[in-house]
């Protein structure tokens, strides 16, 4: 007799093999090829206004040599300053329901209604953020700059299928899930964007990176069977001056491939409070299962130009 829990564990552990292979198999070159015709031909037509300026263009080159690329949000988007998205973030955390589920998780309540086993981060957005297009964090994940970055390095345009807000806290726990070293499977090329709201320093859980192990990267191996290798095997693989740590002060904003390996948000004190957003093929497991959005954004698209309007496509409100 195997117990459900196991059951449940064996199950997932299949699924993922499954996916592993299924986005690396040739077939699926095919099928994402023929699932993404559409974010390629609307590029292209935009091409005049999705051409990178230069110092866009230096992101879109790292992020390709190397899977990682961090910016000063406000050295890359004049429009909307880092200052007027930390007023929006921290007027949300400073928020007495937040508050109280901060000082809840912090003395260790809780704990098992937190989405997705992260019981490590207390979400101001709740568990299914519902945005608006005008909502800072939004016009942000929609800024000509992101989405030029996001669409230059996939070739093609972007579906955000993620938003999220992270307000990151210490466990005392061994480190779980996405603390520890892991790729994400769902697609073949994603971009994440972190935004760090606050500093994060080394013992604020900052993102952690091997440069070069994103699925174009020189550096991309079989390490580990499958995309969370058993601990000490990353650390093994790749010597110490191989792993990025991303400390960076507020307002920094890291661009990254998660089809590489990385791992974070375990503060070891205070806090780390973080904007993600997330950018996928149309061709990503999300998309192509028609999983229930991560998040969901609402709001009138007309004034939207063609790659905004892709982007917000997946995670946009639809009613009736
Ligand atoms: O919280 C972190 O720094 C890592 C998060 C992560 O693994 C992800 O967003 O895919
Ligand atoms: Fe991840």
């Known amino acids: 007799m195997i117990g459900r829990g196991l059951r449940r564990k064996l199950r997932d552990v299949s699924r993922r093999r499954l996916n592993d292979l299924l986005v690396s198999w040739p077939v699926y070159s095919v099928v994402r090829r023929y699932q993404n015709a559409e974010a390629r031909r609307i590029f292209q037509t935009e091409q005049a206004r999705m051409a990178p300026t230069p110092v866009e263009q230096s992101i879109v080159t790292r992020l390709r040599e190397d899977g990682i690329a961090t910016i000063d949000l406000d050295e890359l988007s004049p429009d909307l300053s880092f200052a007027v998205l930390s007023h929006w973030a921290e007027s949300l955390a400073r928020r007495e329901d937040v508050q109280r589920e901060i000082a809840a998780r912090t003395s260790g309540e809780g704990r098992s209604k937190a989405k997705g086993g992260k019981y490590y981060i207390v979400r101001p957005l709740g568990d299914v953020p519902s945005l608006d297009l005008h909502d800072v964090p939004v016009r942000l994940a929609l800024s000509a700059p992101i989405l030029r970055i996001v669409s230059s390095y996939l070739n093609m ?53 091997i440069p070069g192990t994103h699925k174009v990267g020189t550096l991309h191996h ?49 806090s780390r409070f973080v904007l993600n957003t997330v950018y996928t093929s149309n061709a990503s497991e999300p998309i192509v299962k028609r ?30």
């Open 157 to 209: 345009l972007g579906r955000i299928t993620a938003m999220d807000l992270w307000y990151n806290l210490p466990t005392g726990e061994p480190r779980i899930l996405s603390q520890r070293w892991h790729r994400d499977p769902e697609d073949q090329a994603l971009v994440k964007t972190f935004l760090y709201l606050r500093d994060c320093g080394e013992s604020n859980g900052p993102f952690c990176y």
């Open 222 to 270: 079989k390490v580990g069977g499958y995309n969370y290798p058993a601990d000490g095997v990353v650390d093994r693989r790749y010597e110490a001056e191989q792993r990025k740590v991303c400390t960076g002060k507020a307002g920094t904003l890291i661009f990254c491939d998660t089809t590489g390996l990385h791992k974070g948000g375990d503060p070891q004190e205070g």
């Open 291 to 320: 999983w229930a959005p991560h998040c969901t954004i609402r709001g009138n698209v007309e004034g939207l130009d063609a790659a905004q309007r892709f982007a917000v496509d997946f995670v946009r409100e639809r009613h009736g």
